[in-house]
């Protein structure tokens, strides 16, 4: 008794601290947050100029992580919402629609009037009732400079029959938050984890709540039994006996002063409806078979249409206390709900190339070899390496290590082997995070996400399919255009006073060197992009315009003045590059 009864007292203690934490953050993250809540107003002021929907067809969208791709319920289209972009200097967000169309291979823009504010990290899910509905909660909204955060608590549905948006309003549900995971459960939408952060402080969550699809009010569930801890990013998903399945995440701590450390969750739960118990559920751990996934974070999940389990990519980060590098993977792993097994998915390669490549295996007992064929010889990590040139001339290199619980690609190919060979080795998508991932038909589609080169990031706008029937090679729908890639490096005097900033004349000097930059006489502004619109062309470039006009019109100025002169410079732009691409082609 007296045992049970300081358990009690330590979860509510436990209980205490994090409701003390939750409040701090909130409080110190509130005047930020107001200081976002104007610049999110000043994006929803551009929106509210749609009055009515259109549908323009476009190339495929600009480079993009942590956005959300879904399969639409009734139609071959795959659906692309919002998402971020930094290209060294700048953090660009989004809450632009796509419609991408498998049968024809086209991309579709579609603006509908009153979207949901720009954001990432958020949740979408897809459910088929009204001709088909997409529903999207919280994520999250950061400055320009990526040092302030606004996390939302809204949930949005887009009526997809009627292309039209619409803001649900009801109490009692999660805080504001990104990095969740919702997934639909019966008629519910149910709602796990995630994690708020301001400058100073962050807290993790690893609260559930579920969404009535026909009441449409919220509710916290309590359930029993011992759960997982804080995390964000985990796998969530429903099982084929109705549970809902949690593995992995990320979340992290602070062990000192101005250091944190992070932890990358390799453990797995069941949340499981009780048996007559309406609204009560039970949380388990479980110990699948196989061989789960290495361990990473910022992976990638979607479920196939046998109900397995998809697991895609993410990175593993080393960290020390000034230095934080990650490994970056394009594996892809299998859980078999059904089995409670989880392996390692591995391609067979295209028909043409099974006879040859069984050959090739039997001559060379170092290729690699599939990992449960039980061979008596352990095949050897195959190291592939890829070289993209950026517009400004870097060459980022791609170097991927491929290990034997990864995916079965076959090695470079010799100099006597054919060239349908050498094509078919460079059809995987690279190693990445934070891709978007959906299923449509049996077929595994992998869009966008990012990798780091050094201090470099890469975001990626390539979109790539899997045949889960056949699981013989991925194929490229759309590759990643190196000229697309924008990255900024910080100029020397930003360096400089970073490294000087006790000295009192840093900040002048570095201003002083920006001002001169802005004030040259040839500035580098974005190009516009073929087939592309003046609204999309403000859409993509629209912070770079808003920090040329404040140089122009000073720090005092009002932000509506500042808006104005931006759109007026993006506008003059657009028109000429529009004028001399016409003069080119006469």
């Given at each position: ?296 974070s910022g992976f990638s999940v979607a479920v196939a249409p046998n ?168 194929k490229t729908l759309v590759e990643m255009d190196p000229k697309s ?100 082609r006469h």
């Amino acid at each position: 008794m007296g045992k049970k009864g300081k358990k009690e007292k330590k979860g509510r203690g436990a209980e205490k601290t994090a409701a003390k934490m939750e409040k701090k953050v909130s409080k110190r993250s509130r005047k930020e947050e107001e200081d976002l809540e104007a610049l999110i107003a000043h994006f929803q002021t551009l929106d509210a100029k749609k009055t009515q929907v259109t549908e323009t067809p476009c190339p495929p969208p600009s480079p993009r992580l942590n956005a959300s791709l879904s399969a639409h319920p009734e139609k071959d289209e795959l659906i692309l919402f919002g998402g971020e972009y930094f290209n060294g200097q700048k953090t660009f967000m989004y809450n632009e629609l796509y419609s991408y169309s498998i049968r024809k291979d086209t991309w579709t823009k579609v603006d509908i009037p009153g979207p949901p504010p720009r954001r990432c990290a958020h949740q979408a899910v897809v459910v088929p009732q009204g001709g088909g509905q997409l529903w999207v909660f919280g994520g999250e909204f950061a400055s320009p400079d990526g040092e302030q955060f606004y996390h939302y608590k809204d949930l949005w549905v887009l009526h997809l029959a009627t292309k039209t948006w619409e803001q649900i309003r009801s109490a009692g549900g999660p805080s504001g938050r990104s990095g969740h995971r919702m997934v639909a459960w019966k008629r519910q939408l149910i709602l796990f984890g995630g994690f708020h952060e301001s400058a100073r402080d962050y807290i993790y969550y690893s609260d559930v709540y579920t969404f009535s699809l026909d009441t449409f009010q919220w509710s916290k569930l309590s359930p029993s039994g011992p759960g997982p801890t804080p995390r964000s990013g985990c796998l969530m998903a429903v099982t084929p006996q109705g549970s809902i399945a949690i593995y992995g995440g990320y979340s992290k701590q602070r062990v000192k002063k101005d250091v944190d450390k992070g932890t990358q969750h390799s453990d797995m739960f069941l949340l499981k409806p009780e048996e007559g118990g309406e609204g009560k559920w039970t949380w388990t751990r479980i110990n699948p078979s196989g061989v789960k996934p290495t361990a990473r974070s910022g992976f990638s999940v979607a479920v196939a249409p046998n109900h397995q389990i998809l697991v895609f990519g993410g990175v593993c980060d080393e960290e020390e206390e000034e230095s934080l590098e990650g490994s970056f993977f394009s594996d892809l792993y299998i859980y078999d709900a059904a089995k409670s097994r989880w392996f390692a998915a591995q391609l067979k390669g295209p028909k043409s190339e099974k006879k040859k490549r069984r050959r090739g295996k039997a001559d060379d007992p170092e290729g690699a070899t599939e990992q449960e064929t039980g061979g008596s010889s352990a095949p050897e990590p195959l190291e592939v390496i890829k070289e993209v040139v950026s517009e400004d001339g870097t060459v980022v290199t791609i170097k991927q290590v491929l290990t034997p619980s990864g995916l079965g690609v076959q090695p470079p190919p010799k100099a006597d082997d054919s060239a349908s060979e050498a094509s078919s080795t460079g059809q995987e998508p690279c190693p990445r995070s934070n891709a978007m991932l959906a299923v449509k038909h049996g077929l595994l589609y992998v869009y966008g996400g990012m990798f780091e080169a050094g201090d470099r990031q890469v975001t990626l706008s390539d979109l790539y399919c899997l045949d889960l029937h056949k699981m013989e090679e991925w194929k490229t729908l759309v590759e990643m255009d190196p000229k697309s890639q924008e990255w900024l490096e910080e100029s020397d005097s930003e360096e400089d006073s970073s490294s000087d900033e006790e000295s009192a004349d840093g900040e002048d000097t570095e201003d002083q060197e920006e001002d001169s930059a802005e004030e040259g006489a040839d500035p580098q502004h974005p190009e516009v992009a073929r087939g592309e619109q003046y609204e999309e062309y403000l859409s993509r470039t629209e912070q770079h315009w808003l920090k040329l006009a404040r140089s122009h019109v000073g720090p005092e100025a009002k932000e509506k003045k500042v808006l104005k002169v931006a759109q007026a410079m993006a506008k003059s732009c657009f028109d000429d590059a529009v004028q001399d691409s016409a003069q080119a082609r006469h």
